[in-house]
């Protein structure tokens, strides 16, 4: 199996924006109009738009025509009816976006622009395990930043790939050895993550 890792970068032109908004579905419309922001609205039709067309190629259907399910915490699938092995995720941050695709394995991903962490050492307390706040609180001031973004990353495509929210996240240690971890930097300042199931 092959994971295919996509990035996508959300500040296009406006016909590129009203060309990927035709393919959305009302709901999808709808929840873009719900942002307060122009910016965040035009983010989001491209995410979900550029989304639609990978998968449309995997598919080879129209964008349109894709339909999507979601489970309890919000994260997105290929609607059953399709009948599809297709597997993703997307994560989005600043003007770049990620989406990963697999074929029978469950996956995860996610991207961070780095930035300032103010709150960063009260967070990993609460959400790292006691390893990584370690870690971090040896790691020099100048790089604290991106070394703190680069563990959130780690542990938010993880809970993602399991289908969960990081609230709920347990960390079982029994679990570790069905997935595999991929770190990299998709772009000058940005850090991203990718976790799989074994075998892909």
Partial sequence: MIVHTW??????????????SATLSPDECDRGARLRFARDRERFVVTRGVLRRLLGRYLDMPPGDIRFAYNAFGKPELDPTLDSRL???VSHSADLALIAITTDAAVGVDLECIRP???GPEIARSVFSTA???RL???PSDRYDEAFLSCWTKKEAYVKAR???VADASGDSDESGRWSL???????GYVGAVVVERGA
């Fill in 7 to 20: 990035c996508v970068n959300l500040d296009v032109p406006a016909e590129t924006v009203a060309a990927l």
């Fill in 87 to 89: 597997q993703f995720n």
């Fill in 117 to 119: 962490q103010p709150d």
């Fill in 132 to 134: 990584d706040v370690e």
């Fill in 137 to 139: 609180n040896s790691t």
């Fill in 163 to 165: 289908g969960e929210s």
């Fill in 182 to 188: 991929y770190q990299f930097n998709p772009a000058p």
